[in-house]
Every structure is written in structure tokens, then in C-alpha cells.
């Protein structure tokens, strides 16, 4: 039977993304202000409005405005400009805030005049090995208005505890404001990943029921001994059209958006678990142990055993 693309598999995309630390800073800005921002590896950005308002734009497209209230999420952490004016060209925020290593904080205020805007901005760094090609489509930037936020008690509370500060005091700071933010990013996406449902240019695979169904498959049965032609057959079409249709909503093809869940979660079980090396390979749907050792070294560059005992797990490219 077809899922519904409204339940597990929004589930599914977000559960391996979770946040391994947090850069954030208060920006003060009076106008003329404008400042432009690389793009963020590895990061996904979060910008919320606590008083004022700015402009957001990124090549190519048109400059978004921000209200008071307003959080904007940038997912995969893409190169943008925030202005008090959408054509004021910006100074680039390398040379404003030059150290900006995860657990730390900061403040940056430009100007004396005018009116004022104060900005919470944050890096989220998170682990890219757990992105999933969905993950990777969502668009640039998602906004939720003040209005989305007060109508969730429990994100307006999260992002209550961000702008108070009231997150970061006392023992295990840096932990309680790491899953804070943490937190305030799941909450946040969730509703806007519900409104993509409503999209036809958006995550268009999410809206196919039979490649909905094959990727709610390969994210929660990764260990059963799937092949293109058994998921083909499974989802209900001919190998050909149902790999070109893959191919065509998620980017990649079946065979690669499996092995890729099925790597991630080897990276799990060997970072985030005590079992046993040798056991890994029959959990993630490897019959043999070599092809899984030669699929983990191609997908990490490293080998299994190494991979463990890494003190940071190496990221794919």
C-alpha cells in the first residue's frame, strides 16, 4: 500500500539529522548595515528576527524580508546576504566575526543610527554523512512568521529559551544550549517540511506513491536483502521506469540512495553502539563481509575499524 507522505517518512528524513555543535551570536545592527556570509559546510544556518526586521536574498533570486518574529531556517547552510536594504551590497562576515569554532559564542554590532534590528544567528553544525539526498533538495531557506511560531506552544518556548539566554546558564551550558537549539531546528522543520507536502516543485517524491513507498522502504528496511528489481517489483512497477523515476524526484539512483542509508547507519552502529565489528555488516543488509568493507571504504575512505576508532568520524565527499 502506498505511505502517506505526511508521516514516516518526514520522520525518517529528519531522525538522522542531529546537531554535533553550535556557533551563535547576537547581532545588533543599526542602518546602513549589510553583511554576506560564505557558504556553510557541514551547516545548516538559523536566523531569528527578536526585533527589526532585514532583508535575505541569495544569487539568483529575489530578496526575501524578514518581521519581527520571524525565524528563517537555511537547511544546507547556502551563501546569503542580510541587509537593512535588499540592494546595499554587504561586508563579508569572515572579516566581522573571524573565529567561529563550534560551543562558542559572540556579538556583533554595526552602526549607531537609525532603526535597530537584533538578530539571533546560529550555525547548527551537524554530522553531513547523515544528510540524505531529501534532505539535501530542501530549498535554500524556509521561513516560519511570528504567527507559525505562537501557534506551537512548544517552539515558541524553545525559541522563548534562545533569545532569553535562559538556555545557556548554569552546569552542562554548552550541552543544554546545543540541544536547545537542536530542538528548536526538528521543531522548526517539521511544520515547513508539512507545508512542502502542498508543493508541486518541492520534494516532488514525497507526492509518488510508489517512490514514497520505496523510500520509506530503504530508510527503515535497509537491513532485508533489497535490489533495484525486488524494490521495483515491491513498489509495484518495471525496474526501468521506476529507476528513471527515482532518478528524476530524489536525485540518485535506488541502488546509491540505498547503499547510502545503509552506510550511515554503519557509521551509527560504530560510533553510536558496542557491537560487535563483525556483526555490523548483517545489520545494514550485507550478506558479506568483504562487500561491506569494500561499499564502507569507497563510501568514507576509511575502513570500518578505523572509522571506530577515529576520535571525529571522517565525512564523505
Known amino acids: 500500500m502506498p505511505v502517506d507522505p505526511g508521516q514516516d517518512l518526514l520522520g525518517e528524513l529528519l531522525r ?16 546602513p548595515w549589510s553583511v ?32 519581527e518574529g520571524d525565524l528563517a531556517l537555511f ?14 551590497r554587504g561586508t563579508p562576515l569572515r572579516a566581522l566575526l573571524t573565529e567561529r569554532p563550534p560551543g562558542a559564542t559572540d556579538r556583533l554590532d554595526i552602526g549607531t543610527e537609525g532603526l535597530t534590528s537584533r538578530i539571533l544567528c546560529a550555525g547548527l553544525h551537524y554530522d553531513a554523512s547523515a544528510a540524505t539526498s531529501l534532505y539535501r533538495a530542501l530549498p535554500w531557506i524556509m521561513v516560519l512568521t511570528r504567527a507559525q511560531i505562537e501557534a506551537d506552544p512548544l517552539l ?16 552542562g551550558a554548552e550541552l543544554v544550549t546545543l540541544r536547545t537549539f537542536e530542538m528548536a531546528f526538528v521543531l522548526a522543520l517539521r511544520p515547513l517540511l508539512q507545508d512542502l507536502m502542498d508543493r508541486p516543485d518541492v520534494l516532488v517524491a514525497l507526492k509518488h506513491p510508489a517512490i514514497s ?4 522502504i530503504i530508510s527503515t528496511r535497509y537491513a532485508e536483502p533489497w535490489t533495484v528489481d525486488t524494490l521495483a517489483k515491491e513498489v509495484g512497477m ?50 558479506s563481509a568483504v562487500g561491506f568493507h569494500t ?21 564523505p565527499d
Open 75 to 88: 537547511p544546507t547552510g547556502i551563501a546569503h546576504r542580510m541587509s537593512d536594504r535588499p540592494d546595499r
Open 16 to 31: 538522522p539529522i542531529r546537531l554535533t555543535g553550535v556557533f551563535h551570536s547576537w547581532w545588533r545592527m543599526q542602518g
Open 156 to 171: 515558541r518556548d524553545v525559541v522563548g529559551l534562545l533569545t532569553t539566554h535562559r538556555a545557556g546558564a548554569g552546569a
Open 36 to 67: 554576506e556570509g560564505d557558504t556553510e559546510h557541514r551547516c545548516a544556518v538559523l536566523h531569528h528576527i527578536a526585533e527589526g526586521w532585514c532583508w535575505i536574498s541569495t544569487e539568483g533570486t529575489s530578496p526575501i524580508r524578514l518581521e
Open 238 to 287: 518495471s525496474r526501468s521506469a521506476f529507476t528513471a523515476s527515482f532518478r528524476e524526484l530524489v536525485g540518485e539512483g535506488p541502488a546509491g540512495h540505498l547503499t547510502a542509508w545503509r552506510m550511515r547507519e554503519a557509521a551509527r552502529l560504530l560510533t553510536e553502539s558496542d557491537i560487535a565489528q563483525g556483526s555490523v555488516p548483517a545489520k545494514v543488509g550485507y550478506q
Open 295 to 315: 561499499a564502507f571504504r569507497k563510501h568514507f575512505g576509511t575502513t570500518p575499524g578505523e572509522y571506530r576508532r577515529a576520535p571525529t568520524a571522517p565525512v
Open 213 to 216: 513507498a520505496a523510500l520509506l
